[in-house]
């Protein structure tokens, strides 16, 4: 039975791509749950993850980006991020430390005014800037909102956390236990497994591909005896001539990136792993319903 003062309930992660969402939730969960790279649109789906401790229970929704909808895809991606924030207790928005404001965060912050929940902000990459300036970079912001609160981290480093945590639960109502103790996330291994090996892609590759790649998981199988997992996964893209790059000279890079995975599924399943890949072109999937789906983002969310 919970304790009389357990708060519990749902806080989401928003702001342009890039800002630091999926790093600054794996840093409060103590984990990597969701993959994180250079390049904008990482996190395409809505990740659930859960932060338990004696004070209470905070389910993370770390959401795609708020951009501007090239395709589909795009579409689906703003629609996720847009509607997550009127499901939950508070919202985290995410920012860099700058004096411009531009149309973006200016955008985001009309939509949150139709929210009507505590807004914290979030100022990450402090380590990137002269820290006398920080305070006048958070006076702007309380132009455009009414924050709630406002909280200088850098999520790279883990600087800040315990204060984001603790400026969470002051907003969470009082209630039970949404999962058990040992709940991390809602994630099933095959789409965590999928999204790694897209991540070493993400890192790996040139500029112009990554955008226009899913994986595709065909396999995840332990052998008997429980101690290697066999895995067969596609990536899929766009363009015959992405084709080759991803897999490169000799089979290289396709190589590189099973590697990298490899070694990062091991880590999260605590077992040997035999990773095969494969690399197909299925053009425009990104305007596809159908192929969107099969790639483990819901229908619903698109229309």
């Not at 994180?36 to 993370?60: A, D, H, L, W």
């Not at 596609?234 to 089979?251: L, T």
């Amino acid at each position: 039975m919970e304790a009389a003062n357990f708060r519990s309930g749902f806080a989401t992660l928003i702001g342009r791509p890039n800002v630091g969402k999926s790093t600054l939730m794996n840093h409060l969960i103590g984990q990597k749950i969701a993959i994180t790279s250079n390049k904008p649109q990482t996190t395409r789906n809505r990740i659930q993850t859960v932060y338990t401790s004696k004070e209470g229970q905070i389910v993370f929704l770390d959401t795609p980006g708020i951009h501007k909808a090239k395709n589909k895809l795009g579409e689906y991606m703003v629609h996720v991020a847009e509607q997550t924030f009127r499901e939950v207790d508070v919202v985290l928005w995410l920012v860099e430390p700058t004096d411009f404001i531009g149309k973006g965060e200016r955008h985001i912050a009309e939509q949150l005014k139709k929210a009507s929940v505590p807004v914290i902000l979030i100022m990450n990459k402090i380590d990137t800037v002269d820290k006398s300036r920080i305070p006048g970079y958070l006076e702007g912001y309380r132009e455009v909102f009414d924050f709630a609160d406002m909280i200088p981290v850098c999520a790279l480093r883990g600087v800040g956390m315990d204060k984001v945590i603790r400026a969470i639960f002051r907003y969470l109502p009082y209630g039970p236990k949404y999962f058990d103790d040992d709940t991390v996330t809602d994630q099933p291994q095959r789409q965590i497994a999928a999204e790694l090996i897209r991540e070493k892609a993400l890192r790996c590759l040139d500029e112009e591909i990554p955008h226009g790649i899913a994986v595709s998981i065909e396999k995840m199988q332990e052998r008997p005896g429980g101690d290697i997992m066999d895995i067969e996964a596609v990536i899929v893209c766009e363009k015959d001539s992405h084709k080759g790059i991803i897999i490169g000279k000799g089979g290289a890079m396709l190589r590189r990136i099973g590697s990298q995975a490899r070694r990062e599924i091991e880590k999260m399943l605590e077992m040997q792993v035999n990773l095969q890949l494969w690399v197909k072109v299925k053009k425009d999937w990104r305007d596809s319903d159908f192929l969107i789906k099969n790639f483990g983002y819901d229908k619903k969310q698109i229309e």
